[in-house]
């Protein structure tokens, strides 16, 4: 219909694998934000960062047709492949409504219509394992120690992040 509404996939989620397919226009919500740009000549861009990622022309199929798409979503990481085409690899997934960016390390799964018809089908959700969190000891905190890196991001690194991801913790 005209009215923008939303469905969500029950619980919270982390890590993630995701598999459905749509046609229509919306977005889907990872981790309760905002995130990707479902149908147009945008689709699959995380629209949620302060600068979205390069769209990719030729990956929507026509308005009418149905369109797969397959997430990966890890730490703060999303990948988006749009009927088998990259379109997002391993960026950094930004939260708008947090002042220092961090995404939410767990969330819901959403479907978002944008005031136009948006149907989903076929929709397949695959767990991954929850990453281990790293924190500091109360003694290492009390002498001043900052924890750089806490298992999920590398939001306290300065340079090339998009390079390195974190794995199991470490």
Request: charged residues 20%.
């Amino acid at each position: 219909g005209t009215e923008k509404t939303a469905i969500a996939l029950p619980g919270d989620y982390e890590n993630f694998d995701l598999i459905f397919e749509w046609k229509g226009d919306g977005i889907l919500g990872l981790r309760s934000i905002p995130a990707i740009k479902l149908g147009g000549k945008n689709s699959g861009t995380v629209i949620a960062n302060a600068e979205p990622n390069a769209a990719v022309d030729n990956a929507m199929n026509s308005d009418a047709e149905w369109n797969t798409a397959y997430v990966r979503m890890v730490n703060d990481r999303v990948t988006v492949i749009i009927n088998g085409i990259m379109v997002t690899d391993n960026l950094i997934l930004e939260n708008p409504a947090s002042d220092q960016k961090y995404v939410y390390p767990t969330g819901a799964i959403e479907f978002v219509s944008t005031g136009e018809t948006m149907e989903v089908r076929d929709l397949y959700l695959r767990q991954l394992p929850s990453t281990p969190v790293f924190e500091l000891s109360a003694e290492e905190a009390a002498d001043g120690f900052k924890a750089l890196f806490d298992g999920r991001s590398m939001h306290n690194f300065i340079g090339n992040t998009v390079n390195y991801i974190p794995v199991d913790g470490s």
